[in-house]
């Protein structure tokens, strides 16, 4: 059974940091594609950052700089680093899987909520708020 858990949720002040964690199991993580995605109050699904099997990491324009996107593979485990955070970045991150293959590519258009349900294995969300 595929699982995902995602763990580092927190309160910090504009300017911040923190650093998201989602442990893997169930499947061949080292083959997987997996990302992050965020869900604010009244806004779609948002894609954060995304790292291929291959390891190679990938960021949407907008969140490129100031979010980072690693993986240990001894550790089944994928972490979202993220700086210089801003009220609106205010969310319930979520991290997600993607087992399909080479030509899986990650929805980035049209309104949806996390974690979807018509595509990818998700965890359970954790809750990232940011204060002015």
């Known amino acids: 059974e595929v699982q995902l858990l995602d763990s580092g949720r927190g309160s910090v002040q504009t300017g911040g940091s923190l650093r998201l964690s989602c442990k893997a199991s169930g499947f061949s993580f080292d083959a997987a594609d997996l990302g992050w995605y965020r869900q604010a109050p009244g806004r779609s699904c948002e894609l954060v950052a995304t790292?291929?099997?291959?390891?190679?990491?990938s960021y949407p324009d907008s969140m490129k700089g100031r979010f980072t996107i690693s993986r240990d593979i001894s550790e089944n485990t994928i972490y979202l680093q993220m700086n210089n955070l801003q009220p609106e970045d205010t969310a319930v991150y979520y991290c997600a899987a993607a087992l399909y293959g080479p030509d899986f590519v990650w929805r980035v258009v049209g309104h949806f909520f996390c974690p979807a349900d018509d595509f990818g294995h998700w965890g359970q969300g954790t809750q990232v708020t940011v204060s002015s």
């Open positions: 790292i291929e099997s291959d390891g190679s990491p």
